[in-house]
């Protein structure tokens, strides 16, 4: 079946200027995952989904973070004025929700912020 | 706070050389734990995972790790790399009891040569 999707796969954005990425689970799964990946920082965890309960946005690094998850599939991750360090490679990820298991990843959205 | 240590950042092989990239984790509670790995050009994929049972698990393309939980240790070992094995590997942990966010390692950079 089809795996994680994300868009778009580059963006390149002027400092100052909100972004939004999208991305696309796989089908079935409730648990969605957001990790930033950086050459300083390596790979970082944002934000998570687990179906409908309140999302646990302890990564997101400031408020201009943002993400949200419509109807429980598709999720979009929100940079509101965006700076430099925020250019990264923005993984999404998604598994089942049941507990022990496995997260699958998508293909990420290279930002770039000039 | 949960850190996970890959104390390899670069690796250089020849082709049929013995690997073991070392992992080393903070937590002291349950944890899961896996190995991901990312070709070039390509997304994240899960080479293997512990999450109970056997310590010694075993993954794709011939790749196993074995947990030590007295060393707090989960390595990943290959008897033979090949040339397609050149990427770059992630361990990552969860804690067994909390939300399921990964806590990622740094990674480490292989690089065989044929």
């Known amino acids: 079946g089809a795996g994680v999707s994300q868009s778009p796969s580059n963006k390149v954005t002027e400092k100052g200027k909100d972004v939004e990425l999208r991305c696309d689970p796989i089908?079935?799964?409730?648990?969605l995952y957001w990790y930033r990946q950086s050459l300083g920082q390596g790979l970082e965890f944002l934000i998570y989904?687990?179906?409908?309960?309140?999302?646990?946005k302890s990564g997101l690094p400031s408020d201009r973070f943002s993400a949200e998850r419509t109807g429980g599939s598709v999720s979009t991750l929100t940079i509101q004025r965006t700076q430099q360090e925020d250019s990264a490679v923005y993984l999404c990820?998604?598994?089942?929700?049941?507990?022990?298991?496995?997260?699958?990843f998508g293909p990420g959205t290279r930002l770039l912020v000039l | 706070a949960q850190s996970v240590s890959q104390h390899n950042h670069h690796v250089i092989l020849s082709e049929a050389a013995s690997l073991e990239l070392g992992c080393n984790y903070s937590?002291?509670?349950?944890?899961?734990l896996f190995w991901y790995v990312q070709y070039p050009g390509q997304h994240l994929q899960l080479l293997l995972k512990?999450?109970?049972?056997?310590?010694l698990v075993k993954g794709i393309k011939g790749f196993e790790a074995e947990f030590i939980k007295s060393k707090f240790s989960f390595n990943l070992r290959k008897p033979s790399v090949q040339w397609s094995d050149t990427a770059e590997y992630f361990c990552?942990?969860?804690?067994?009891?909390?939300?399921?966010?990964?806590?990622f390692g740094g990674g480490t950079r292989l690089m065989v040569k044929p």
């Open positions: 089908s079935g799964h409730t648990a």
């Open positions: 989904f687990q179906g409908n309960s309140a999302p646990d």
């Open positions: 937590y002291g509670g349950t944890v899961n």
């Open positions: 990552a942990v969860n804690e067994g009891n909390a939300g399921n966010m990964l806590t």
């Open positions: 990820a998604s598994s089942l929700g049941m507990g022990q298991e496995t997260q699958y």
């Open positions: 512990y999450f109970s049972g056997d310590p």
